[in-house]
C-alpha cells in the first residue's frame, strides 16, 4: 500500500515538472509584430552562440532616418534563414513576427522574446 502512494505521488509530481518546464519555455505566451529600425544584430556567446538583434521601435521617424521618441526591442533568432536574412538588414526598417515565451533557455537566446520572419518596411 505505502508502495502504491509512493508511485503514484513520484508519478504525480514528474508529471507536474514536465507540465510546468513546458509552460515556462515552450508554451507561447503572446505573439504578434513589431516594427521598428534594426539597430544591432549580432551572433554572440561564450559556449552556445546565439542570434541577438536589437530594434528600435519609434513613434516618431525624422525626415533624416533617425528614430524619435523610441524604446528598444531585444530579441533573439533561432530560425536559420530569419537570421541571414536580418544579418544583412542593419540600418533598415524592418517589420518582425514574434513569439514570446514565459522564460529562456540560455543555449535558444538572451530574451523571452524569439523572431522568426521578417520582412523590409518601405
Known amino acids: ?3 502504491k502512494i509512493y508511485t ?7 508529471l507536474f515538472f514536465a507540465v510546468f518546464i513546458y509552460w515556462k519555455y515552450f508554451f507561447t505566451y503572446s505573439e504578434g509584430n ?3 529600425l534594426l539597430q544591432k544584430f549580432s551572433k554572440r556567446g561564450q559556449v552556445f552562440k546565439t542570434w541577438e538583434g ?9 525626415s533624416q532616418n533617425v528614430a ?3 524604446e528598444k526591442f531585444m530579441f533573439s533568432v533561432t530560425d536559420r534563414a530569419a537570421a541571414e536574412k536580418l544579418s544583412h538588414l542593419e540600418g533598415s526598417y524592418v517589420t518582425v513576427h514574434y513569439s514570446e515565451k514565459n522564460g529562456k533557455l540560455f543555449w535558444r537566446g538572451d530574451t523571452e522574446y524569439f523572431v522568426d ?6
Not at 54 to 62: A, T
Not at 117 to 122: D, P, R
Open 8 to 14: 503514484w505521488g513520484i508519478i504525480i509530481l514528474l
Open 1 to 3: 500500500m505505502i508502495k
Open 117 to 122: 520572419s521578417v520582412t523590409v518596411v518601405k
Open 68 to 70: 524619435l521618441a523610441s
Open 54 to 62: 536589437e530594434m528600435i521601435l519609434s513613434s516618431v521617424r525624422s
Open 34 to 36: 513589431r516594427a521598428g
